[in-house]
């Protein structure tokens, strides 16, 4: 064990580093890279309920924008320091690139914690926030979204601020915000969806048809919900889903071997992806332990639900038959059980690919608000269809063509792509 | 002269508003010596004057027959309820005079008439008749002068006071003549001494006297004598003071003597509450103002009021009487119901909802939230109506009941309550439940339990007693019935096994149990099938759950529910009310949507009307299907959309198709309610001078008060004395920020993550690795008897360097969460008091204390907790490489025994960890939870007795068992009523043995579930949990094996039958 504290920061440098070394990339680009290009630090004194005054610490970091406009959420934490928000601004930059969106990443932070504020307080934390940086973001430069204890609230809150001292509507400032207050439809199930279509080009390009999969979901929330249902369209069928009973305090997953049933199971499903256990027996759902999902007899395995819930010692539960795993999770693999996969060559769909969805949703609400002209969901999911299927070939191309593990080519891609743009642009 | 007729007049007039019979009688002198007048004249005079000078002027008329002429009032006619006195001259009658009332009045001295009053009518019977015998002797006598017309008092006017009172009420003469020669003797009249000794043995004119101070037969002081040293006491009043004095004095008197019949009947302990109710309703209807009481005779009346009615602890007097009116029991006894001779009082709730309206109502003026509350409809029965009952239906056997072993009384419960529904209750009783039906109508009610017990100071029977729901549907007889039933259930729970054994605990079993019931309608509207309040909680005036540093202990809390209030009373553990603190409603416990929809109200408590049940039902599809008829849901939900979670404007919610999320976002921000409460908190615990608890509902318009009481602490959350003297070896850690209330016992072992350690790690792999291991610890350690200590906060997610990643499910078995804040640098970090599973905390009361050791006046035993022997690689070997940055501590084997208690108490902001005999009273904070220890102690000790019985009794050669240990609670003697005895049996038997044993042991294992049943009312599906091990697990230490012979928490070996011969 080191006595180095483990910093986020370092750890995303030494993530950029590995690949960097790999591309063989000159010194001035990775030293522009490794670290942001622009940091804003500055204080919020902000007037409280009491009439007291508190002076808040806030970030903004910029990491690259080679590629387009910074892009990215804005946290209040009790806890934030700048190595996070520096280490999160870097994998928005690749996030985006790998997604091949038109835009660079940044991340911005307030040290506090919504517990110990009212709205109103943090209603005036958002806009002292805007009044100092308001210079340096918009929709041309930088693009806030919601993030950690943030909402759609909160942007709503900011892009009005952002708006009153520009003297004009810019709703392309601000992403994340409501429908109907400059959101975008389609936003629920881009990121469930968004995995699916990179998982249907995986199975194309491993010559399966969809129809003659089965699969496994671990989790039953937002993502995993319109996963399901996107898989069993294009034909697939999913045999057992896992998730949380808040009740006992611990996961079940449900199995049904010729197919669970996507409008059954969401009618007794709360709304935080609990599905009754009672009312799933009484529709003829095997009740099996959470653990269950991974040990099944499917072809794709889809965990979206928690991180490093693929871990070392139950990596060996995954049964021979499962070709390809999409992570529809953040992290859901750990790098032991990420290193087994590799040897036994399945195909993973890495979560920085599979689910970015969610950020490319972000940007076509972005160009919708900059027009001021707002989709139909067809058009925003046609749209994400292709963005996905277009990601997700360069990164399959550029695993084969290379000989890469595919979280090895995605990388790889993403860190080429911003590269590349900055030397175009002459920067390095 | 015209002045002093003016003083006459002055007199006799405030005489009319306080002594009407004088003034009457006065009257009626007056109109029958006017000898302008013709007879008829004075006769319709007479039946004038008449009806005021009786009780009930407005329903009094009269009538004078003389010979064949009739005088009467318009409103006269024939009445049941009258009387009569004859008129005569010479001794012979030549009429009557009668008096009646036109409608029922109380009961006093003869039929609704007082004996004064009869008195008095024979006076004027015999003025008439001396007027008329006057008047006869003038018509034959002509021109002679008459005589007999009184002449005032050695022609003073207050001569013609005494003269009144004379002929009229002689004890009251006597009892101002005493006053006044008290008067004389402080204003220091020499005189008045020796008038004063003469006066000491016969001022009891109307009784006999009691007191035999010599041997000797008293001499009986007779009437006039007494008449006679009145009028020598007013003669030397003459002397002494002025006219005006003596006339003022006279008159304020007299005034206090109005309200001696009442304070009279209240004095005297024998007098049942029908007469103390008949008594003031006559003071009531007599239209006596208190105000014309003298400030003690009031005081004195409102306490004995409080004392027979209410409650006779001095707090609680000490407080009402400076709140209620007389008029306030005036209203109280006409929804008083009481057995006939009862002597009971309305009991703990009634008391306590009584004066906290009360309070509210003085003081509503003061504050514009206060104005609107309101107190829904209630109905008293007494405590002794529950005596009635059991001696009425010969159950008095049930009052020993108490005394019985407590699985005893567990077995009989059922019967007791079946008894109890099926006895009767006395006549007045039901007359009296009639009576409340009526005046109820049709609205559902709540029968609440009242008891004497209930609410007490310092004992909070939350929930022991019953409180029943009736739909309160059917026809008068139905309705009737079901309330009888319920109140007889609610008698019967004070027979329970549950309030049985909290008052042993609590050395309160003696204390005679009286159970009185309220009778409330409750609050609500009808909506569809059910009936339910639009929002209903509880509201205390001390917050001792904050979720944030910013809010204090005295900005209180609101457990705020849709529907009826009982989800908020209790902790369900599996649903959530919204929790708010009045004084910072913009803190709030869950701060993103997604915290927010987890912590969610998700059921409705309603009752439905059709099939006359209280039911559960889920507040979505209720809203979905009855949210357009529910007032004021509006106020109660806000609407998610596309991950966005906002309060609805008003008329803009779709109830059938939006997706609701109870919030009271609405209620909360756009009405007073917080405010009111606020309000209502405060100035309850400002005049009651104890923090209160309140209940409240509301149908969607106005907030009604239910129930309020001192805020008595629950077992978990009462202060905690901290001690002063603690040795240095056996403190481990204290604190003295943000603490709340509570003790938490009996800590064996303390899972601590080293903060320094923990923001050591390489790894973010390593963090989450030490998530896991304590959810591993979590499950292993037994339950509510470890601590949990770490960094920061926990249940971090994302950058989870500020505390260790867990969820609930990773801790819930902790008796306590602890924060550890340690500064780097000059910056203190925050802790997270919880919050990312603050309310499941709450509603399983895992208790949380933030250490900040860095802090002057603090201590922290860091060698204790870091150098004590490491249990962890040996409990969860496969976090092992963990050991530096995770302590297991074993409490008792590292500090001889000891065990670690956390005392925190609130009102010092202090709270300590320190190591102490778990079986030492003197070492264990004074007269805290005693009883419960050894209570807890009796939960393992027949446990362990009931294994070792098993052991005696198990035949190793028939079941192939080679040894049989005993692990876990039952071994280390910290099993509580819920646990499990846990077994190890070494088997080596043939799989039919193993059926066999398994059953055996399924046998024992029912059995003890029935009698643990017995014991603590916990059901559980059996007692014991038998794991079996094989020569081979015994061989590799593998499974439970590993536990025998080990170095820490060993099984203990079990002593089998005696028929092991191998």
């Given amino acids: 064990m080191t006595n180095r504290p483990f910093n986020a920061f370092a750890m995303a440098q030494g993530q950029f580093d590995k690949i960097a070394d790999s591309l063989s990339l000159d010194q001035a680009t990775k030293d522009l890279l490794r670290n942001p290009i622009r940091e804003y630090h500055f204080a919020l004194p902000v007037r409280m309920d009491d009439g007291s005054y508190k002076v808040f610490q806030g970030y903004r970091v910029q990491h690259n924008d080679a590629r387009g406009p910074a892009k990215g959420g804005i946290r209040f934490h009790p806890q934030e320091t700048v190595d996070t928000v520096r280490a999160l601004s870097m994998w928005m930059t690749w996030k985006c690139a790998v997604a091949d969106l038109p835009l660079g990443g940044g991340k911005g932070g307030v040290i506090c914690d919504p517990h110990n504020l009212s709205l109103n307080e943090q209603q005036n934390i958002c806009r002292a926030y805007v009044r100092q940086i308001v210079r340096d973001i918009g929709p041309i430069r930088d693009v806030p979204a919601p993030d950690v204890m943030t909402t759609g609230q909160h942007m709503l809150w900011m892009v009005d601020e952002y708006e009153k001292i520009n003297g004009g509507h810019y709703p392309g400032a601000i992403t994340g915000k409501p429908v109907g207050m400059g959101g975008s439809l389609g936003r629920t199930e881009a990121t469930g969806f968004g995995l699916v279509f990179a998982l249907r080009e995986a199975l194309k390009e491993l010559d399966i048809r969809p129809q003659d999969t089965t699969a496994c979901v671990q989790g039953f929330g937002n993502v995993a919900q319109y996963a399901v249902e996107l898989y069993e369209q294009i034909g697939g069928t999913v045999v057992a889903v896992s998730c949380w009973d808040q009740e006992a305090q611990k996961p079940h997953t449900f199995r049904k071997k010729d197919g669970i049933n996507i409008t059954e199971l969401r009618g007794i499903t709360d709304r935080f992806g609990g599905i009754s256990k009672s009312k799933a027996a009484e529709l003829g759902y095997e009740v099996l332990p959470g653990e269950a999902w991974i040990e099944q007899d499917v072809d794709i395995l889809m965990p979206c639900a928690l991180e490093n819930s693929v871990t070392e010692s139950n990596v060996v539960d995954v049964s021979k038959r499962v070709k390809i795993i999409a992570e529809g999770a953040n992290g859901p693999t750990t790098p032991e059980a990420d290193h087994v996969l590799r040897e036994r060559g399945v195909f993973v769909i890495p979560d920085f690919l599979a689910n970015a969805g969610g950020v490319t949703c972000s940007y076509l609400e972005q160009v919708q608000s900059n027009m001021n002209y707002f989709w139909e969901k067809d058009e925003v999911l046609g749209k994400l269809d292709v963005m996905m299927t277009s990601a997700f070939v360069a990164v399959s191309e550029m695993a084969r063509k290379r000989n890469l593990y595919m979280r090895d080519a995605a990388y790889t891609i993403a860190i080429a792509r911003v590269a590349q743009a900055c030397k175009d642009r002459g920067w390095v | ?1062």
Avoid at chain 2, 43 to 62: K, R
Avoid at chain 2, 135 to 158: F, H, I, K
Avoid at chain 2, 433 to 459: C, H, N
């Fill in chain 2, 1 to 1062: 002269m015209a002045k002093q007729d003016q003083r006459v007049a002055d007199i006799l007039r405030s005489l009319q508003e306080r002594a009407k019979e004088l003034n009457c009688l006065y009257r009626v002198e007056e109109i029958t010596s006017n000898e302008d007048c013709s007879l008829d004249e004075v006769l319709n005079g007479v039946i004038e004057v008449i009806p005021p000078g009786w009780q009930y002027p407005d329903i009094c008329a009269a009538c004078i027959r003389i010979n064949d002429t009739v005088h009467a009032s318009s409103n006269f006619d024939k009445s049941i309820w009258s009387q009569s006195a004859k008129i005569k001259v010479y001794g012979e009658p030549i009429g009557t005079i009668e008096v009646v009332y036109t409608e029922k009045m109380p009961q006093v001295d003869e039929g609704p008439f007082l004996k004064e009053e009869r008195k008095l009518l024979e006076t004027i019977a015999d003025r008439i008749g001396s007027c008329i015998t006057h008047r006869r002797l003038l018509e034959t006598m002509q021109g002679m002068q008459g005589s007999d017309r009184t002449t005032p008092r050695r022609g003073r006017e207050w001569g013609a006071i005494l003269d009144l009172l004379r002929r009229t009420d002689q004890s009251l003469l006597m009892r101002v003549a005493r006053k006044m020669i008290n008067h004389l003797c402080w204003s220091g009249v020499r005189d008045a001494e020796r008038l004063l000794q003469r006066f000491g043995p016969q001022q009891r004119i109307d009784e006999p006297d009691v007191f035999l101070e010599s041997n000797q037969p008293r001499q009986k002081n007779a009437s006039p004598s007494a008449t006679a040293l009145a009028d020598e006491v007013f003669d030397l009043a003459a002397a002494s003071l002025s006219d005006d004095e003596i006339i003022s004095c006279v008159h304020k008197w007299i005034k206090q003597d109005r309200a001696s019949f009442l304070v009279n009947t209240l004095e005297n302990y024998h007098t049942a509450i029908s007469e103390v109710a008949d008594a003031i309703q006559r003071y009531q209807h007599a239209g006596h103002g208190e105000v014309e009481l003298s400030h003690s005779t009031r005081k004195g009346l409102l306490v004995a009021l409080v004392r027979r009615f209410l409650s006779d602890q001095l707090e609680y007097i000490n407080v009402a009487k400076n709140y209620v009116e007389i008029k306030d029991f005036h209203q109280l006894i006409r929804r008083l119901i009481y057995p006939a001779r009862g002597h009971g009082k309305t009991g703990g709730k009634g008391a306590g909802l009584f004066l906290a309206y009360q309070i509210v109502q003085t003081h509503k003026d003061e504050d514009k939230f206060l104005a609107e509350i309101k107190t829904p409809k209630t109905w008293y029965l007494t405590s002794d109506g529950m005596h009635d009952f059991v001696y009425c239906n010969h159950l008095e056997d049930v009052f020993s009941q108490k005394y019985k072993e407590i699985d005893e009384v567990r077995q009989e419960y059922p019967d007791i309550v079946q008894v109890f529904k099926n006895s009767q209750f006395s006549a007045t009783i039901v007359k009296g439940l009639s009576l409340a039906l009526d005046d109820l109508g049709d609205k559902p009610l709540i029968v609440r339990s009242s008891s004497l017990l209930e609410d007490r100071f310092g004992a909070a029977f939350s929930g022991k007693y019953k409180s029943l729901f009736l739909a309160n549907r059917g026809s008068k007889q139905e309705r009737l019935d079901a309330l009888m039933d319920a109140i007889a259930e609610v008698y019967a729970s004070t027979f329970g096994p549950d309030p049985i054994q909290y008052r042993a605990e609590r050395n309160l079993l003696d204390f005679q149990e009286g159970m009185g019931v309220l009778i409330q309608e409750v609050v609500g509207t009808r909506v569809g099938d059910y009936y339910l309040p639009a929002f209903a909680g509880v509201a205390f005036s001390h917050n001792e759950f904050r979720w944030s540093p910013r809010i204090k202990r005295e900005d209180g809390l609101v457990r705020l529910v849709p529907g009826l209030g009982t989800r908020a009373v209790d902790r369900l553990g599996d649903d959530y009310p919204v929790l708010v603190s009045p004084g910072q409603p913009g803190l709030r416990a869950n701060a993103t949507p997604e915290e927010v929809m987890r912590y969610a109200p998700r059921f409705i408590d309603v009752i439905n009307l059709n099939t006359n049940k209280f039911e559960t039902i889920g507040v979505r599809e209720f809203l979905q299907s009855a949210g357009d008829e529910l007032p004021a849901a509006e106020m109660l939900v806000s609407v998610y959309e596309e991950n966005h979670l906002r309060p609805p404007l008003m008329g803009s919610v779709n109830f059938e198709r939006d997706d609701l999320v109870v919030t009271f976002e609405g209620l909360l921000n756009r009405t007073p309610f917080v405010k009111q409460m606020h309000a209502l908190l405060n100035l309850l615990k400002r005049e009651v001078k104890h923090p209160v608890d309140i209940e409240f509902a509301s149908d969607g318009k106005d907030l009604y008060l239910l129930q309020c009481r001192a805020q008595a602490p629950a077992k978990s959350t009462r202060p905690a004395p901290i001690p002063r003297d603690i040795s240095h070896q056996r403190l481990i850690f204290s604190a003295n920020r943000y603490v709340s209330n509570g003790i938490v016992p009996n800590i064996t072992h303390i899972v601590y993550v080293d903060p320094e350690q923990y923001g050591q790690l390489a790894t973010r792999e390593k963090m989450l690795a030490v998530g896991r291991a304590v959810g591993r610890l979590n499950k292993l350690l037994p339950k509510r008897q470890f601590i949990l200590m770490g960094p920061g906060r926990w249940g971090s997610r994302g950058d989870i360097r500020l505390g260790v990643s867990v969820t609930y499910s990773d801790i819930n078995n902790t008796a306590m969460l602890v924060e550890i804040a340690r500064r780097t640098g000059d910056y203190t970090p925050d802790v997270s008091f919880g919050t990312h599973f603050f309310q499941d905390l709450v509603e399983s009361e895992i208790r949380y204390l933030p250490l900040y050791p860095d802090d002057d006046d603090t201590e922290f035993n860091h060698i204790f907790l870091t150098r004590s022997p490491n249990l962890l690689a040996e409990i969860a070997p496969e976090f092992a490489e963990l050991a530096d940055t995770i302590k297991v501590i074993d409490v008792p084997q590292t500090a001889n025994g000891s065990v670690l208690y956390v005392l925190m108490n609130a009102d010092l902001d202090e709270a300590v960890g320190v190591l102490s005999e778990p079986t030492s009273p003197d070492q264990y904070p004074a007269d805290v939870e005693k009883s419960a220890i050894t209570h807890e102690g009796a939960d393992w000790r027949w446990r362990t007795r009931m294994a070792e019985s098993i052991a005696a009794k198990l035949d190793p050669v028939r079941f192939g068992i080679k040894g049989l240990y005993l692990i876990g609670s039952t071994k280390n003697a910290t099993a509580g009523p819920a646990s499990d005895i846990d077994l190890i049996a070494h088997f080596v038997g043939t799989d039919e043995q193993r059926r066999d044993l398994e059953r055996w042991f399924e046998g024992w294992s029912l059995s003890l579930a029935e009698i643990n049943f017995f014991k603590s009312g916990y059901r559980t599906e059996g007692l014991l949990d038998v794991h079996f091990i094989t020569d081979e697990d015994v061989a590799r230490g593998s499974s439970y094996a590993v536990k025998i012979g080990a170095v820490t928490d060993a099984a203990r070996p079990l002593k089998l039958s005696e028929a092991d011969s191998t």
